[in-house]
T-cell receptor, first 110, second 114 residues
Framework: KNEVEQSPQNLTAQEGEFITINCSYS?????LHWLQQHPGGGIVSLFMLSSGKKKHGRLIATINIQEKHSSLHITASHPRDSAVYIC????????????FGKGTLLTVNP | DTEVTQTPKHLVMGMTNKKSLKCEQHMGHRAMYWYKQKAKKPPELMFVYSYEKLSINESVPSRFSPECPNSSLLNLHLHALQPEDSALYLC?????????????FGPGTRLTVT
């Protein structure tokens, strides 16, 4: 069974700061999701990664398959980025079940 | 259309009621998922349908009954629920095919059992 660890669990930042959230996993994977969930809201997929790096606006996600580690970076953070960020890995097999990390609660203060 | 829709957004039901949650997608995805999410916890997988057939049941109590009447629609029938079943119920879908890993989530139905 894949163990997914996220750090930090909670993160408070000032508007404009550069944010990094980390995710590590124990077993080789097929792909990794970064997900965003605003309080009381549904889940939005930010990135799906199998290798390398992806960028979307102020968000950047990287993955190192050899080290079993991924990072999510937010540049020029904004209060609207306040949300829970969840790392979820797909270990292949039938139906590509997701194994979720416990999430990182990000609060960006103005 | 890259959207998964869920209805209703909120549902309050008594322990003797029967209700249904609905999930719909028009992206041609042939895998559909039900998740349950308690507050401040990650989602827990309940059921997976592939090509409209149930392929995974994560030992979910029989008071939850899933149904996939066609490739666009997924229902979750609820009967005789307990207060501890109160949670956010999320639906997701995914294309089936080599390398098609990404799941698209709906906004969820927030269920309260009284």
């Amino acid at each position: 069974k894949n163990e997914v660890e996220q750090s930090p669990q909670n993160l408070t930042a000032q508007e404009g700061e550069f944010i990094t959230i980390n995710c590590s996993y124990s077993v080789g994977i097929s792909a990794l999701h970064w997900l965003q969930q605003h309080p009381g809201g549904g889940i939005v997929s930010l990135f799906m990664l199998s290798s390398g790096k992806k960028k979307h606006g102020r968000l950047i996600a990287t993955i190192n398959i050899q080290e079993k580690h991924s990072s999510l970076h937010i540049t020029a953070s904004h209060p609207r980025d306040s949300a829970v960020y969840i790392c979820a890995v797909i270990s292949g097999g039938s139906n590509y079940k997701l194994t979720f990390g416990k999430g990182t609660l990000l609060t960006v203060n103005p | 259309d890259t959207e998964v829709t869920q209805t209703p957004k909120h549902l309050v039901m008594g322990m003797t009621n029967k209700k249904s949650l609905k999930c719909e997608q028009h992206m041609g995805h042939r895998a559909m998922y039900w998740y349950k999410q308690k507050a401040k916890k990650p989602p827990e997988l309940m059921f997976v349908y592939s090509y409209e057939k149930l392929s995974i049941n994560e030992s979910v109590p029989s008071r939850f009954s899933p149904e996939c009447p066609n490739s666009s629609l997924l229902n979750l029938h609820l009967h005789a629920l307990q207060p501890e079943d109160s949670a956010l119920y999320l639906c997701a879908s995914r294309q089936i095919g080599q390398g098609s890993y990404e799941q698209y989530f709906g906004p969820g139905t927030r269920l309260t059992v009284t």
